[in-house]
């Protein structure tokens, strides 16, 4: 079992709808990590969370917001998405920002936007 | 710009062949290089990593990858595969503490 924990697991949403999706550590970690995952596209890093304060937003549409409520929750709120935004979106956390730290991904968020 | 490319997108092998899929990576400074496994129905592990020391590094399950930093290459490697290695491999490359750049991965299908 993963120690980190995403939901929900599938979400269908509508282009003007307002939905969320949370993730949760549960490895004492202080990194915490937003990825999209397309198809046949490479993982992209998304947002990146060190001790609750944002270090990295990596070009992301403000369409996608990311929030941090303490160090072992990251949301990530929708709003207004387009069909192209259809990916899995994977949660991750790691010991800290640091090269040498493994970082651990939940089993991932399925998005269809219709 | 830095960039990680698998070269392989598809492999489909038989049981007990060898495996290598490859890794290459633009990036002229120190890099910390993984591989990822992601099982079907799993969420992504790390499968081995490489930071210094001994190019040649041991993961778990069998696999194997050596590090040749003159070819800019990290290619994983497992002398025979079995069914439950069906998976897809992710390459990834840390270049800086909040950057890590992954390659588009291979499936690789093992037929029984």
């Known amino acids: 079992e993963t120690g980190v924990t995403q939901t929900p697991r599938h979400l269908v949403m509508g282009m003007t709808n307002k939905k969320s999706l949370k993730c949760e550590q549960h490895l004492g970690h202080n990194a915490m990590y937003w990825y999209k995952q397309s198809a046949k596209k490479p993982l992209e890093l998304m947002f990146v969370?060190?001790?609750?304060?944002?270090?990295e937003n990596n070009s992301v549409p403000s369409r996608f917001s990311p929030e941090c409520p303490n160090s072992s929750l990251l949301n990530l709120h929708l709003h207004a998405l387009q069909p192209e935004d259809s990916a899995l979106y994977l949660c991750a956390s790691s010991l800290g920002l640091s090269t040498g730290n493994t970082i651990y991904f939940g089993e991932g968020s399925w998005l269809t936007v219709v | 710009a830095q960039s990680v490319s698998q070269h392989n997108h598809h492999v489909i092998l038989s049981e007990a062949a060898s495996l290598e899929l490859g890794c290459n990576y633009s990036y002229g400074g120190t890099v910390n290089l993984f591989w990822y496994v992601q099982y079907p129905g799993q969420h992504l592990q790390l499968l081995l990593k490489?930071?210094?020391?001994?190019?040649l590094v041991k993961g778990i399950k069998g696999f194997e990858a050596e590090f040749i930093k003159s070819k800019f290459s990290f290619n994983l490697r497992k002398p025979s595969v079995q069914w439950s290695d069906t998976a897809e491999y992710f390459c990834a490359v840390f270049v800086r503490d909040d950057k890590i750049i992954f390659g588009k991965g291979t499936r690789l299908h093992i037929l029984p």
């Open positions: 490489y930071f210094s020391g001994d190019p």
């Open positions: 969370y060190s001790l609750e304060e944002r270090v």
